[in-house]
């Protein structure tokens, strides 16, 4: 068999490729004017995050949309949180992110917003490659042409929001020492802003927002080092590590101990239920510790498939007070519907605050669960296929197939899915102990690998 | 019909019919490739469509390695002075010049600042039909910079080149119009640089044209209003990169196009002198100008390209054509509006001799100018059969058909730009001129 894998994904998150070669600017001007049709003529916000290809892709949407009579807001490098609140506040029809969130520097990649500061949701995402596979461009004639615009200060309305849902005067009060690591990308350009105005003494590192991924963009601990050994050397209360594109969060704790990007929800949730309950939803994959703090709470938890729109749908069908992944997204409506690390290093800082008590105490009051994950690389179709024989050989245990195969056992679980962005199967087990974890990892890697061998 | 038209020194078209952010991006990446991987300037006039073109062949540029350094609005004389002086691979002016305001185009430079030979521009061509555009990798893809501080190396040439000080001490007033084109704003900059008094219309880089952006007489009438209110030594029209200029002379009249190059060579080939080039349809004013100097003109195809090429081939002194682009050698292998503007202040100057005194000296011919429109797959074909019209020892072949005769002649050309045959006659009498476009009209509109 062969692992022949793809370099453009087209999908519901939007479009991904490598530079040089799937990702052109002429698919990137396709794409944008396919947006440009859909939306219709109206004001698109277009930003980008800080990967080095961002100015190349990011003037092909905007000659796209230029060209469909739609008039470009050029924000330039933002959070992806920061843009979709602005696509919001500006009243804006659409907006275009150039981003390839955390994948390798050679992506990038065009995310499309809809006129609520939400990505497209499925049913609009199928509407819009309708068009752009039809072809069909509504191109206007150079007197329909509108003017590009540039906006002085994108990141307010995100900044402002934040400021006013987070009890700012508490967290002030106990100016904590933090270590931001910004991954060198768009999350540089609000952090140091956030975390002052929150009367934080911070330390930034990788905080150029050049796009120089000085470490794998995924907050997972592996990745995590230079940040540990900072925190522990600075003393700092809390060390926050954003992925390259900001809608992710991972936390360090006082003694330089990485949490595990899935404790971010879990923390942020028990603080939000505390303060207001209400139901919560996360995706299929999210940790099971976030059902005993729900449970604790006296809340429903809703699970949606992966995808981060539709457990942004979710959030916004139940009325949901805190939502996520346990990807280290966290989702608080109270700012916007969206993943958003600036929401969660808010929470993270107001819970502190709130509580008196250190990130590490914190920690230990959730339930432990050891997450571990691995990914194995097969082409779409591959990957599906094997999924879907898995899916027959374990139908007499308790699954759940909203979106790939996930197996509950009495203490531990297992979730193998194809990925929506990569050429990968990713394997997810869950146990009360690492070894168990590791067992389960090990025995699904050799299930899936061995009919390819 | 749907109007684009690619020649060899670039791709012209109808914005959101032909001119789209895809075809653009596919000839700059074809340009892009072709450059390989130096460093490109682009320019821009002031059409809506302009932003759209600039941001398309940025990506595209920088797709294929290309660092990309944007002027933004400015001329195309200008680009191509800085193509030189900044030692670019190349560059790329978006503008559809004369065209109104529905067109735009992409015009590729080459790296001695012309536009493109015809065998760069087959290069590209078969670039762009292969699709076979270079790209980058990612440590490899062009940074895209803003350069808006390097004009005033221009003036400075500029103002070196000409005799600036009989055109200081004369103390000019002008009346410019640049059509809220490239040269809107750009023409305050010239005033400074040659110490003129400058009365400007239509002088806002807004890309609205009140008129077609093509200087001529029959778009002079606010210029000509002006400079006899003003009392100016002279109006010029240009179009909307200042690649043409037409004059208007002190006492408000509008001269044909067809003027200013026999003007500046009636002045220049006196100081450098050397052959001239122009092309088939040009007035034989510049033969009596040439006689007069002894030199000789050289007639090639028509277009910039081709006229520029032929320049530097021959080593001749000037070349320009009747629509009022004028090049020379000495400064730069371009058609330059400003120069001509400052060759023209400074004749007037050194001569001591009003516009219309400088006129009286040039021999009075009538021109007549018609297009008519042709399907594009059959241009060719009826510009041939039209030969039937003359006797065959009249005829020159050299773009289309050009009849000599003793008191005029006739020139059949597809145009490059559109999809129209152009008929140009030109005779000692303006009847006669008239009746020759007639009857070539009249035996073309069978055809088609």
């Known amino acids: ?453 | 019909m749907k109007l684009l038209k690619i020649g060899i020194s670039g791709v012209r078209g109808i914005v959101g019919e032909t001119m789209t952010p895809e075809l653009a991006i596919d000839f700059a990446s074809a340009f892009g490739t072709f450059l390989d991987s130096e460093r490109a300037l682009i320019a821009r006039d002031t059409r809506a469509s302009g932003p759209m073109l600039q941001a398309a062949v940025s990506a595209a540029l920088s797709s294929t390695g290309c660092e990309v350094l944007d002027l933004g609005v400015c001329p195309t004389p200008i680009l191509q002075y800085l193509v030189r002086k900044l030692g670019a691979g190349g560059g790329v002016s978006i503008t559809a010049g004369h065209n109104g305001a529905e067109w735009n185009a992409l015009t590729f430079i080459n790296r001695e600042g012309t536009y493109l030979n015809e065998f760069q521009g087959a290069d590209v061509l078969d670039l762009y039909h292969l699709e076979q555009f270079h790209k980058a990798p990612l440590e490899k893809v062009g940074r895209i910079h803003l350069l808006d501080d390097h004009q005033e190396t221009y003036w400075e040439a500029l103002a070196r080149f000409l005799d600036l000080q009989a055109i200081r001490s004369a103390g000019f007033k002008v009346v410019i119009d640049p059509c809220n084109g490239a040269g809107a704003k750009f023409v305050d900059e010239f005033c400074r640089a040659l110490g003129c008094e400058l009365v400007a219309v239509n002088n806002e880089p807004t890309g609205f044209f009140p008129h077609d952006p093509e200087p001529r007489p029959r778009n002079a009438g606010e210029v000509s209003a002006i400079v006899k209110i003003t009392g100016a030594r002279a109006g010029f029209l240009l179009n909307s990169d200042v690649s043409r200029v037409s004059i208007v002379a002190e006492d408000g009249e509008t001269l044909s196009e067809e003027y200013t190059l026999p003007l500046v060579a009636a002045y220049y080939l006196d100081k450098n002198p050397g052959p001239i080039i122009t092309n088939p349809s040009a007035s034989r004013m510049i033969e009596d100008v040439a006689a007069r100097r002894q030199v000789r003109v050289i007639r090639t195809k028509v277009g910039q390209s081709h006229a520029i090429q032929s320049m530097l081939a021959e080593e001749a002194a000037m070349a320009g054509e009747g629509s009022g682009g004028v090049a020379v050698r000495g400064f730069q292998p371009a058609f330059d509006g400003f120069l001509t503007m400052g060759l023209i202040l400074e004749m007037s100057a050194v001569r001591e001799k009003t516009i219309s005194g400088l006129v009286k000296d040039i021999p009075k011919y009538h021109i007549v100018k018609e297009k008519v429109y042709c399907p594009p797959f059959k241009v060719h074909s009826v510009v041939s059969e039209a030969k039937k019209l003359f006797r065959p020892e009249d005829l020159v072949l050299i773009d289309g058909i050009r009849a000599e005769r003793i008191d005029g002649w006739v020139h059949i050309r597809a145009s490059a730009t559109e999809p129209m045959i152009r008929v140009v006659a030109e005779n000692k009498s303006k009847e006669k001129a008239q009746e020759d476009v007639d009857r070539v009209l009249a035996f073309i509109s069978q055809l088609i």
């Open chain 1, 1 to 453: 068999m062969t692992t022949k894998s793809h370099s453009l994904k087209v999908g519901v998150s939007g479009v991904r490729g490598v530079i040089g070669e799937s990702l052109t600017p002429q698919l990137a001007a396709r794409f944008a004017s396919a947006f440009g049709t859909y939306v219709g003529r109206g004001k698109v916000v277009v930003a980008q995050d800080a990967r080095p290809s961002g100015p190349m892709i990011k003037n092909a949407v905007i000659a796209g949309l230029l060209a469909t009579g739609c008039q470009p807001v050029d924000i330039g490098i933002a959070p992806i949180p920061s843009v979709l609140v602005f696509t919001k506040e500006s009243q804006s029809a659409g907006g275009v992110a150039v981003t390839a969130s955390h994948n390798p520097p050679e992506w990038n990649g065009l995310k499309f917003l809809g006129p609520r500061g939400l990505y497209l949701n499925p049913s609009q995402v199928e509407e819009f490659l309708d068009i752009y596979h039809q072809g069909e461009f509504s191109f206007v004639l150079a007197d329909k042409y509108k003017k590009m615009t540039a906006e002085p200060d994108p990141l307010a309305p995100h900044l402002t929001r934040l400021l006013k849902a987070l009890d700012v005067a508490m967290i002030r009060e106990r100016k904590f020492k933090v270590v931001a690591d910004c991954c060198n990308g768009a999350g540089a350009v609000l952090m140091p802003g956030f975390l002052e105005a929150l009367g934080c003494r911070t330390v930034l590192i990788n905080a150029r927002p050049d796009g120089a991924f000085v470490r794998d963009s995924e907050p997972v601990p592996e990745n995590l080092t230079e940040i540990c050994r900072s925190v522990v050397e600075k003393k700092a209360d809390v060390g926050f590590a954003q992925d390259a594109d900001a809608d992710r969060l991972a936390i360090i704790d006082e003694r330089g101990g990485p949490l595990g990007e899935e404790l971010t929800l879990a923390l942020a949730m028990k603080h939000v239920l505390a303060k207001t309950p209400g139901p919560v939803v996360v995706n299929i994959s999210t940790t099971r510790a976030v059902d005993d703090v729900a449970l604790a709470a006296g809340v429903p938890v809703y699970r949606t498939k992966i995808g981060e729109i539709h457990v942004v749908e979710e959030v916004l069908q139940r009325n949901a007070v805190i939502g996520g992944e346990g990807n280290g997204g966290v989702i608080w409506p109270r700012v916007h519907a969206c993943r958003d690390s600036f929401s969660a290093a808010g929470l993270i800082l107001e819970m502190m605050a709130a509580s008196g008590k250190t990130i590490s105490e914190l920690r230990d009051e959730i339930p432990f669960y050891v997450v571990l994950k691995d990914k194995i690389e097969a082409t779409s179709e591959e990957a599906h296929r094997i999924v879907g024989g898995l899916r027959r050989r374990y139908a007499g245990e308790n699954i759940d197939t909203l979106d790939g195969l996930k197996i509950q056992f009495a203490d531990s679980s297992v979730h193998l899915r194809p990925s929506n962005t990569e050429p990968v199967i990713r394997i997810m087990a869950e146990a009360k102990t690492r070894d168990e974890a590791a067992r389960l990892v090990a025995s699904f890697r050799e299930d899936i690998l061995r009919p390819k061998s």
